[in-house]
């Protein structure tokens, strides 16, 4: 039974296959042949078409993203080198106030010692005396 069975597709298939392979070769099948790989061919042509536009819109998304990156890091940049500009004025100014306040203690002091230093010779003169 199974045999049988078997033989009854195979010549089914068979049978198909002769009618679809008539029917290519007929001048309909041709035609239809022609205006399929037509169609296929336009549809390919679309799909690379809209395949290359949006490649195209991708590298001018990601090149977008690049400049503003580039801004970003730029601006980033200058921001950092005009505070540290100003920490370095800075830093400049406290070693200025520091140096005058320095001399100022130090004026201050040897004005002290002078002081001091007649008071004791006015001392040590008045008691040679």
Do not use: C, H
């Not at 601006?75 to 370095?88: C, P, S, V």
Request: proline fraction near 0%; hydrophobic fraction near 35%; glycine fraction near 6%.
């Amino acid at each position: 039974m199974a045999k049988k069975k078997s033989r009854i597709l195979f010549l089914l298939g068979a049978a198909i296959g002769a009618a679809a392979g008539y029917y290519l070769n007929s001048e309909s099948g041709r035609k239809m042949r022609a205006e399929t790989s037509e169609k296929a061919n336009r549809l390919a042509e679309e799909v690379e078409s809209k395949a290359k536009y949006g490649v195209e819109q991708f590298k001018d998304g990601f090149n977008a993203a690049i400049d503003k990156s580039k801004e970003a890091f730029t601006e980033t940049t200058e921001m950092i080198k005009d505070r540290l500009a100003a920490l370095e004025n800075k830093g400049e100014n406290l070693m200025a106030s520091a140096e005058n306040a320095y001399k100022k203690g130090a004026e201050e002091a040897r004005a002290k010692i002078e002081k001091k230093s007649s008071q004791i010779e006015d001392m040590v003169e008045s008691q040679k005396s």
